[in-house]
């Protein structure tokens, strides 16, 4: 896949049945998310579930995913993981499945120090030739991927994306003030507002409802260059924004998913099954954004 990534990747939601993937499901909404125009797509990141799975279960939707997008848009692993052996185990079974990337969360219970960080990444790079996507995400990782570190992690072989996770848009900045060319950007929270700073991409949970618009957000921004068009499309999607926000953004994907036609079952515990509360939010919110 020819790189660099940009344009709004969908970190995917893992439908599942009682009995364990809904390998069905995983491929009609593969193809539905390409259909609509999403650039790319990223199995296996926080809304995909990804410590809620066994080890087949991984394989199997990395496999599934891969097969089923045939090359058409790029497709990054998230192959993050507490112990470094696990995060270099997936990350290398990643490119043996044809993955393009691998998107790659801090330990996040260890809180490892700089050095800790440094080496973690490194021996995951090592391992691999793939672009590694570092991903930011400190109120669910407990460690904060600052500017300074992003940029000493920038001088390791393939460390050349982040997903950067925060509120806050000045990170962007930062990062490419202090990494040059050695990184680029994706917004994970702030999509139009990171793409404005600087950012080439978009890790976004809302696609996973509306991937149309939330690539056209993107398009009209970054190569149109037509900001009223950008704003206007930015607030038909925001109340799918609001409600991929916060503690939502597993359950309001999947009940979103549910109201569009696209059942692809419930959360896994310790999330609560999807409610009536999480149905009537997201039809709400898809009303209003113009989706249903």
């Not at 940009?6 to 259909?35: C, H, K, S």
């Not at 992690?153 to 990062?175: A, F, G, P």
Request: hydrophobic fraction near 40%; glycine fraction near 8%; charge should be negative.
């Amino acid at each position: 896949m020819t790189q660099p990534f940009r344009g709004t990747y969908t970190v995917m939601i893992t439908p599942f049945t009682d009995d364990g993937i809904d390998v069905p499901a995983l491929r009609e909404f593969v193809n539905w998310q390409i259909d609509q125009g999403i650039h790319g797509l990223i199995p296996l990141g926080s809304t995909g579930e990804f410590l809620s799975m066994t080890e087949s279960e991984r394989e199997q939707v990395v496999e599934t995913v891969i097969d089923e997008a045939r090359g058409r848009v790029p497709v990054l692993i998230g192959t993050g993981a507490e112990w470094t052996e696990d995060a270099v185990r997936w990350t290398r079974q990643a490119e043996v499945a044809g993955a393009d990337g691998v998107m790659v969360i801090p330990p996040f219970y260890s809180t490892p120090t700089e050095d800790e960080l440094f080496a973690h990444y490194k021996a995951v790079a090592d391992a691999t030739s793939l672009p590694v996507m570092l991903y930011n995400n400190p109120a669910t990782a407990n460690v904060d991927l600052t500017p300074p570190i992003v940029a000493r992690l920038s001088t390791i072989d393939n460390v050349s994306y982040i997903k950067e996770s925060t509120m806050d848009v000045t990170r962007i900045r930062d990062i490419l003030d202090l990494c040059g060319d050695r990184m680029n950007v994706f917004g994970g929270i702030m999509g139009f507002e990171s793409f404005l700073a600087g950012a080439i991409g978009w890790v976004a949970v809302g696609s996973n409802l509306m991937p149309k618009e939330f690539a056209n957000l993107f398009t009209a921004t970054a190569d149109e260059k037509d900001l009223e068009k950008a704003r206007a499309i930015y607030r038909q999607v925001l109340p799918v924004i609001r409600l991929v926000g916060g503690h939502r953004y597993v359950s309001g994907s999947k009940a979103g998913l549910a109201v569009l036609g696209h059942p692809v079952g419930s959360p896994r515990m310790p999330r609560l099954p999807l409610s009536d509360d999480d149905l009537t939010a997201a039809r709400e919110a898809l009303q209003q954004a113009g989706a249903i």
